[in-house]
C-alpha cells in the first residue's frame, strides 16, 4: 500500500483517498514575473513524478498546479518594464511552459491563474466574514482574525504565541493582530486599472493566500486529497490556507500535506530574494535536461537538494551508465510488475515516493542486463526509468548529446572519428592517438567494437 509522510499529522501514513480509485492533487506553482530557477523546477519534477506514479498505481488523477499571475512583484516588474502586467505574466508562463517541458514535465489536468477566480475569491472572503472571520482593517484592507480560528498553528506545528515572537503590529495596517494577513487589498491610487476590481469593500485586488484556497475549491471541491508545494509554502501560505479554507467551509480541507525539500546552494536555500539562484534555462545551456530531471529525482524529495557542477557532472555520468546498458537493445518499454527488480521498485515508490531507491534497483538491473544482454531486461529497464519520465530517448542520442554551450558539434566530431579511422588504415597509429586523446581532452570517450567505433560524451 501507497505511504505519504503527511506534514500535517508528521507521520507516514496509509494513502486512502476520499473517493475510491481517484485522487484530486492541488499544488501551489509559479509566480510569473521572471524565469523559474531550479527551485521551481524542483517543484514541478517532483510533483510530476507523484502524478506518475499515482497513475502507475492505477489511480485516476485530477491535477491542478495553479499560477499566480497578480502580486506586488509583478505589478512592480510590468512598471519597471514599461509593458502591461497581462504581457508581462504571459511571457514569463510561456518561459515556464519551455522549462517544464524541457524537464519532461507532463503538464497538469488543470492550470488557473489567478486572474480568472476573483469572483470566487470575493464569495469566499465574504463567507469567512459573515463567519466571523473577516473584518475591515483601518487601512481599510479586509484582513483575517487568525485569533478566532481555533486550530491555526496545526501544519507548522507552532502555537500562536510561538508563531508571534519576533512580530510587530503595524499600527498602519491597522491589524488585530501580527499574525492576522490580508485578504482583499484596498486599491492604491497609484496602481494600473488592471489589477483593480470592485467588490463590497471597494476597489481594490485578491490577497496571495485565498487565491489558492478559492481555486482549488472550485476546481476539486471543498474537501480533497492531497495539497503540495515546496517546504517553504507550510507557513504562512498553506497554514493560511486551512484557516481560511476550514473557516469558511467548516469542514476539513485536505488529507494529506506534501512538500518537497530546499534546494541549497553553499548551505543557502536557493531563491531570488537571496540572489543565488540558477535559472532552470542557464542550467539547460550547460546540462542535458534529462541529466537535470534525473539529479533531482536521485535525491528523496523531502530531503535537501545540494546544487553544484560535481554533482549534476556525477548525475551525468550515472544516467550515461544506463543509457550504455540500453545501448544496442531495440526494445519497446514494458514492465512485468511479478519480476523482482519491479516488485523493488514498487516497494521503494510506494514508500513515500523513495526514488533514490527506485533509482538504485534501475542501476541493478542495468548490471544485469549488461551481463546477460537479455532483451526482457532491457525493456523491464525502459518500462520502470519511463514510470520515472526517464531512459526514453535513444541511447546513441543521448550519450551523443552536447549542451548548448560551446563544445565540438556532433558533425565536427564525426569528421575527427572518420580522420582517426582513415589513420589507422594508413597505419599511422601515432595520429589515431592523438585524435583520440584530442578528443578525450574535449570530453568524448571513443569506444572501439566489432561494428566500428562509437563515440559518446563523458
Not at 483517498?17 to 531550479?38: A, F, N, Q, S, W
Not at 470566487?120 to 463567519?131: D, G, S, T, Y
Not at 510506494?350 to 546477460?372: G, Q, S
Amino acid at each position: 500500500m501507497l505511504k505519504l509522510y503527511n506534514s500535517l499529522t508528521r507521520t507516514l501514513q496509509a494513502f486512502v483517498p476520499i473517493e475510491p480509485g481517484k485522487v484530486r492533487l492541488y499544488v501551489c506553482g509559479m509566480t510569473v514575473y521572471d524565469y523559474c530557477h531550479l527551485g521551481h523546477g524542483r517543484v514541478m519534477v517532483v510533483f510530476d513524478m507523484i502524478v506518475r506514479w499515482l497513475k502507475a498505481s492505477g489511480y485516476e488523477v485530477t491535477y491542478v498546479r495553479n499560477i499566480t499571475d497578480i502580486d506586488d512583484k509583478i505589478i512592480k516588474r510590468a512598471a519597471e518594464n514599461g509593458e502591461s502586467i497581462r504581457s508581462l505574466t504571459d511571457r514569463f508562463i510561456a518561459a515556464m511552459h519551455e522549462d517544464a517541458d524541457a524537464l519532461g514535465v507532463l503538464r497538469p489536468d488543470c492550470e488557473p491563474r489567478a486572474t480568472d477566480y476573483v469572483p470566487e475569491m470575493l464569495a469566499l472572503i465574504e463567507k469567512l466574514e459573515q463567519n466571523g472571520y473577516a473584518y475591515v482593517a483601518a487601512n481599510r484592507d479586509v484582513c483575517y482574525a487568525v485569533r478566532k480560528f481555533p486550530g491555526y498553528g496545526k501544519l507548522s506545528g507552532k502555537s500562536l504565541e510561538d508563531l508571534r515572537a519576533g512580530c510587530r503590529v503595524e499600527i498602519a495596517e491597522g491589524k488585530h493582530d501580527p499574525l492576522d494577513f490580508v485578504l482583499w487589498k484596498h486599491a492604491k491610487d497609484d496602481e494600473p486599472a488592471e489589477v483593480k476590481w470592485d467588490s463590497r469593500w471597494g476597489s481594490g485586488r485578491p490577497g496571495w493566500h485565498i487565491e489558492c484556497s478559492a481555486m482549488s475549491s472550485k476546481l476539486l471541491g471543498e474537501h480533497f486529497d492531497i495539497h503540495g508545494g515546496g517546504q517553504d509554502l507550510q507557513f504562512p501560505h498553506h497554514e493560511n490556507e486551512i484557516a481560511q479554507s476550514e473557516g469558511a467551509f467548516g469542514h476539513p480541507f485536505v488529507n494529506y500535506w506534501l512538500h518537497n525539500g530546499f534546494v541549497r546552494v553553499a548551505g543557502e536555500k536557493m531563491s531570488k530574494s537571496l540572489g543565488n539562484f540558477f535559472t532552470i534555462r542557464d542550467i539547460l545551456a550547460v546540462y542535458d535536461p534529462e541529466v537535470v530531471r534525473f539529479f533531482i529525482l536521485r535525491a528523496h524529495y523531502r530531503s535537501p537538494l545540494n546544487y553544484s557542477d560535481a554533482h549534476l557532472d556525477d548525475a551525468k555520468a550515472a544516467l550515461g551508465r544506463l543509457y550504455t546498458a540500453l545501448k544496442g537493445f531495440e526494445v519497446a518499454p514494458q514492465i512485468d510488475w511479478s519480476e523482482a527488480h519491479a516488485q523493488r521498485f514498487k516497494a521503494a515508490m510506494d514508500e513515500d515516493f523513495n526514488t533514490p531507491e527506485a533509482i538504485a534497483v534501475l542501476f541493478d538491473l542495468a548490471n544485469e542486463l549488461n551481463r546477460t544482454k537479455a532483451p526482457p531486461l532491457a525493456a523491464q529497464l525502459k518500462g520502470l526509468g519511463g514510470v520515472l519520465g526517464l531512459l526514453q530517448r535513444d541511447p546513441i542520442a543521448f550519450l551523443q548529446a552536447g549542451p548548448a554551450a560551446p563544445g565540438l558539434s556532433a558533425e565536427e566530431i564525426e569528421a575527427k572519428v572518420a580522420a582517426r579511422l582513415a589513420a589507422k588504415k594508413a597505419k599511422n597509429f601515432a595520429e589515431a592517438d592523438r585524435i583520440r586523446d584530442e578528443l578525450k581532452a574535449a570530453g568524448i570517450v571513443l569506444e572501439d567494437g566489432p561494428q566500428g567505433t562509437t563515440w559518446r560524451r563523458a
